[in-house]
């Protein structure tokens, strides 16, 4: 396969690297709004990709023993404690509060914001463009893929990622996340964690028609009262051209930890080779001169 675009916006990043006539791109919508914090989708997850248990202790912050996505959680609940009224759902749907329990403290009522994260699945993937053994490639369906036997270890990709997504196994140290559940896309089948939630908080299909819901559902929440509301990942000109994984936040994304301004970090290579070549070649042409120089200062004396 190849992957002949860094950076700006893509609209084709299957048939850019190199699927002929691929289906529709597609991925995840999840609306955090909705979240009810069952840990349903981390539990799906784990059992159709046959993932290792991640222990039964919390982390002591939350009701969370997960604590952040790794080579062994490709699905992560976020559990974010604040002090906020509840939110509206989605029209005809039954009231879903993020208010629990209507909880009252010194502060007065509060609310957890739960959000399920999962890998972007990035337009411009930069774990797919620093990866020496084309274990990481790009499906028909737009999205990237670790293939775990042909890993070799070497862990370039893990810094390379903006999110903080992808990790290697302490067992291995090969590379793992999330597939999109390649293998149930190939048989006509969503992927586990959405097929689990039971809110409709992690919406899966064609990318294109997500977004359209998306903005929909934002302009519902606005009317509503909600001028908080926001999505995170879903313009294609943004610093990884638009995520094939994105979501409606009620706060800032530094508050679900995600990075307020993601920029694809290979974005640069071709100017940073650019420079390098120059560099090499002003470095050359110095020795060069360091040895011919001589020789002519030699000769000028003979005469």
């Given at each position: 396969?190849?992957?002949?675009?860094?950076?700006?916006?893509?609209?084709?990043?299957?048939?850019?690297?190199?699927?002929?006539?691929?289906?529709?791109?597609?991925?995840?919508?999840?609306?955090?709004?909705?979240?009810?914090?069952?840990?349903?989708?981390?539990?799906?997850?784990?059992?159709?990709?046959?993932?290792?248990?991640?222990?039964?202790?919390?982390?002591?912050m939350s009701y969370d023993n997960t604590a952040g996505l790794g080579a062994s959680t490709w699905r992560h609940v976020a559990f974010i404690e604040q002090s906020a009224p509840p939110v509206p759902a989605p029209?005809?749907?039954?009231?879903?509060?993020?208010?629990?329990?209507?909880?009252?403290?010194?502060?007065?009522?509060?609310?957890?914001?739960?959000?399920?994260?999962?890998?972007?699945?990035?337009?411009?993937?930069?774990?797919?463009?620093?990866?020496?053994?084309?274990?990481?490639?790009?499906?028909?369906?737009?999205?990237?893929v670790v293939q775990e036997d042909i890993c070799n270890g070497c862990g370039y990709c893990v810094p390379a990622c903006p999110y903080g997504v992808i990790e290697q196994r302490p067992s291995d140290g090969r590379?793992?996340?999330?597939?999109?559940?390649?293998?149930?896309?190939?048989?006509?089948?969503?992927?586990?964690?959405?097929?689990?939630?039971?809110?409709?908080?992690?919406?899966?299909?064609?990318?294109?028609?997500?977004?359209?819901?998306?903005?929909?559902?934002?302009?519902?929440?606005?009317?509503?009262?909600?001028?908080?509301?926001?999505?995170?990942?879903?313009?294609?000109?943004?610093?990884?051209?638009?995520?094939?994984?994105?979501?409606?936040?009620?706060?800032?994304?530094?508050?679900?930890?995600?990075?307020?301004?993601?920029?694809?970090t290979t974005r640069d290579l071709p100017a940073m080779w650019k420079h390098a070549a120059a560099a090499a070649l002003s470095l050359a042409g110095g020795v060069a001169l360091s040895f011919t120089l001589p020789?002519?200062?030699?000769?000028?004396?003979?005469?």
């Open positions: 396969m190849t992957h002949s675009q860094l950076s700006g916006p893509e609209p084709d990043p299957a048939g850019d690297a190199g699927h002929a006539d691929p289906p529709p791109r597609v991925g995840f919508f999840t609306d955090t709004s909705v979240c009810i914090g069952c840990k349903a989708c981390e539990v799906a997850c784990k059992e159709w990709n046959a993932l290792p248990e991640d222990g039964f202790t919390l982390t002591g029209e005809g749907r039954r009231e879903l509060p993020l208010v629990q329990d209507a909880a009252q403290s010194a502060g007065g009522e509060f609310r957890w914001l739960m959000s399920s994260d999962v890998c972007k699945h990035c337009t411009h993937a930069a774990c797919l463009d620093v990866c020496p053994t084309g274990s990481l490639f790009r499906t028909e369906f737009g999205s990237v590379a793992f996340k999330c597939t999109l559940c390649y293998d149930r896309l190939g048989a006509g089948q969503e992927p586990a964690c959405a097929k689990a939630c039971p809110t409709e908080s992690i919406q899966f299909g064609p990318l294109d028609e997500l977004r359209e819901r998306a903005a929909l559902r934002v302009d519902q929440l606005h009317a509503a009262g909600v001028p908080e509301a926001r999505l995170y990942g879903h313009d294609p000109t943004d610093g990884v051209g638009g995520d094939g994984a994105f979501f409606l936040l009620l706060d800032e994304p530094e508050v679900y930890g995600l990075p307020p301004d993601p920029v694809v020789a002519l200062t030699r000769g000028r004396v003979r005469r």
